[in-house]
């Protein structure tokens, strides 16, 4: 019999990810239909990653000023640190780029996001197939 959370079709990303799926993910070739959200207008290249809509009651005031730019493919906390760096890092660079947002700094994203994709870095969590869920912020709300 399977597991109550299976049954719901509730499973870990380390249980759905296949070997093809976890190469294209090492690869980053998974966010190549991404660009169609980009096309469309609806993301930008450059911007804070979309993240689960069961998230957005979790965020801080702070956190939640991401959202004051349009989601793009890649940003500065994926280039800082993608998946490597915690939860509340990863907002603060999101935050950072909201307030620091120019040409320049999306070019200099963009350069340093090819470099991250050939040296294939930061993809995972330690212990994670992807990244822990996010149950809140840590630390001290600022807002």
Known sequence: MLEPDVDRGLVTD???????????RSTSLDELPTLWNVVRGDMSLVGP?????????RY????RRRHEVRPGITGL???SGRNAISWDAK???DVDYVD?????????IIRATV???VRRRDINAEG????SEFLGSSEPSRG
């Open 128 to 131: 994670e197939a992807t990244m």
């Open 77 to 79: 906390a994926q280039v």
């Open 14 to 24: 380390a249980e759905r990810l296949t070997p093809f799926g976890a190469f294209l």
């Open 100 to 108: 620091r947002r120019s040409l320049w700094l999306d070019l200099q």
């Open 115 to 117: 470099a991250q994709v």
């Open 60 to 63: 801080s005031p702070e956190q």
């Open 91 to 93: 907002f603060a660079k």
């Open 49 to 57: 990653r979309p993240l689960l809509v069961r998230y957005l009651d």
